[in-house]
């Protein structure tokens, strides 16, 4: 299946400060990634959908001024999570839309705000 | 009512059984469901995906959709210890834009 790959894995940050994550496609293009959070024991939570070239679209109850997210080309997503507190800690997790029916996650970024 | 939903478990059985796992769901124009299996703190991995009603096999794995009831299957036949992981059923949303995940079914497959 297709790779898609995740930076940082793990990250500990101060609170008030910013974390950005990356979310890269490795060996296809994709128009479309999604962002998701996975807090212990409980399912992954759709956070936004990101279009390369154009805005994201958030679910409800994310705020868009706090996880900003730029596609800016066909094999890079970033998700950015401003002025951190200890309540963003989570499992942050990207897939990218391969194909029809066809969506690779990645490896999942360990969010730890002290 | 959430749109998926699936018992967390967790569920252990010796290594050999066979495995069921189930999810429900509530809208009945979803037409395309996934099983996903997530490691510990890695991300999920697509297992099979099934669309409509029927069955699907793929070597110890088979995925079935009940669409009369609402109701998702996925068996596991010989298992593993290495199956031992978190499954997660998922649907995709009517506009079929994104995927909506059950809580996921912790197993735990014993040698």
């Known amino acids: 299946g297709a790779v898609v790959s995740q930076h940082p894995s793990r990250v500990i940050c101060k609170s008030g400060t910013s974390v950005k994550i990356e979310c890269r496609s490795l060996?296809?293009?994709?128009?479309?990634m999604f962002w998701y959070r996975q807090f212990p024991k409980q399912s992954l939570m759709l956070m936004a959908t990101?279009?390369?070239?154009?805005?994201?679209?958030?679910e409800q109850g994310v705020e868009k001024d706090k996880f900003l997210i730029n596609h800016a080309s066909l094999t890079l997503s970033t998700l950015t999570v401003t002025s951190a507190h200890p309540e963003d800690s989570s499992f942050y997790i990207c897939?990218?839309?391969?194909?029809?029916?066809?969506?690779?996650f990645g490896p999942g970024t360990r969010l730890t705000v002290t | 009512q959430k749109e998926v939903e699936q018992d967390p478990g967790p569920l252990s059985v010796p290594e050999g059984a066979i495995v069921s796992l189930n999810c429900t769901y509530s809208?009945?124009?979803?037409?395309?469901f996934m099983w996903y299996r997530q490691y510990s703190r890695k991300g999920p991995e697509l297992l099979m995906y099934?669309?409509?009603?029927g069955n699907k096999e793929d070597g110890r794995f088979t995925a079935q959709v009940d669409k009369s009831s609402k109701y998702i299957s996925l068996f596991i036949r010989d298992s593993q210890p290495s199956d031992s992981a978190t499954y997660l059923c998922?649907?995709?949303?009517?506009?079929?834009?994104?995927?909506?995940f059950g809580k996921g079914t912790t197993l735990s497959v014993s040698s």
């Open positions: 060996d296809f293009q994709a128009t479309t």
């Open positions: 809208n009945s124009a979803f037409q395309y």
């Open positions: 990101s279009n390369e070239g154009s805005k994201a679209t958030y």
């Open positions: 897939s990218a839309h391969a194909g029809p029916n066809e969506q690779y």
């Open positions: 099934t669309y409509s009603s």
């Open positions: 998922a649907t995709l949303n009517q506009a079929g834009t994104a995927l909506i």
